[in-house]
């Protein structure tokens, strides 16, 4: 390790890490490609170098607490999938490296050093050195897509987008019958009115879902079985549909989960962030 800000380093040295530290990696790379990863140099470069610190929580960081940490790919085991998806997203395959908050979220190194930070979302600290020592010191990482919603006033047409991981994402969300989220916020949204900040869904007795615009929020709320329906239709068109398609959520009578008065929304397939 070197050029790492020197409470970085002390951090770490605490933890166990010294210059040229080398830890065995053959039972993790074992392990890693049973479960269908692929451990590439700059993951071995980082596991060798700081594999099986443990970080506790070291209170107020620079713009984030500094949650506890652990270094340990095999915590990612059965993941597959999510780091897939994220790998499609960012054009690189990542690699596990650990999680962040005891589980809350994981931890990542694409081909490049660049070090991510993954749950529902995707976000990133920086590549080498410089995202190491973001991750220990508490700097909130860079989003690095989010789920967009516009609106056409004059209209009241609506458009979701988000990149195919997020639109799954997004159907967990509604199978999970209660949440909010904030939105990327668009400060140029033409040809729409404007972008909006969040989104809320919630459970409610019923059988059918409302889809409706409260000031700066969506809202999705309604019956069990009509959240899962809106979430299947989600997740087919995130994983089947071609980048041009578009879903449409739109009342009709005898809708199978809409209700009358529910606002329409248009639900696309944004291109992943650079």
């Known amino acids: 390790m070197n050029q790492v800000d020197a409470e970085a380093e002390r951090i770490l040295a605490r933890a166990g890490w010294e210059p040229g530290r080398q830890v065995d990696i053959s039972a993790w790379r074992s392990r890693l490609e049973e479960d269908g990863f692929v451990m590439h140099h700059a993951a071995e470069r980082f596991l060798r170098e700081f594999g099986d610190l443990v970080v506790p929580y070291g209170g107020p960081g620079i713009s984030r607490a500094r949650e506890a940490l652990e270094f340990d790919p095999l915590l990612a085991i059965g993941e597959g999938d999510r780091f897939a998806e994220w790998s499609e997203t960012v054009g690189k395959s990542i690699c596990p490296i650990g999680e962040l908050d005891q589980g809350r979220f994981f931890l990542g190194i694409d081909e490049d050093g660049m070090i991510y ?5 995707l976000a990133r ?8 020592a973001s991750l220990v010191l508490g700097v909130m990482p860079v989003p690095l897509a989010e ?3 516009l609106r056409a006033d004059s209209t009241a047409e609506l458009e979701l987008s988000g990149t195919r991981p997020e639109l799954r994402a997004l159907g967990r969300f509604l199978r999970a019958g209660r949440g909010r989220r904030g939105l990327l916020e668009n400060r140029e949204p033409s040809p729409y009115s404007r972008s909006l900040s969040e989104l809320q869904f919630q459970e409610t ?4 879902i409302r889809i409706l615009v409260d000031g700066s929020s969506l809202k999705i709320f309604g019956g069990r079985a009509a ?3 809106l979430a299947d239709d989600i997740e087919d068109f995130a994983s089947n549909a071609d980048a041009s398609d578009h879903l449409h959520v739109e009342y009709f009578p005898g809708h199978h989960y809409l ?4 606002d329409s929304l248009v639900i696309a397939i944004a291109a992943p962030a650079s």
């Open 117 to 121: 930070l993954m749950s529902d979302s």
């Open 125 to 132: 600290f920086g590549a080498g050195d410089a995202g190491i």
């Open 147 to 149: 789920l967009q919603v």
């Open 205 to 208: 007795p019923g059988s059918v």
């Open 227 to 229: 959240l899962d329906l």
């Open 259 to 262: 209700v009358s008065g529910s």
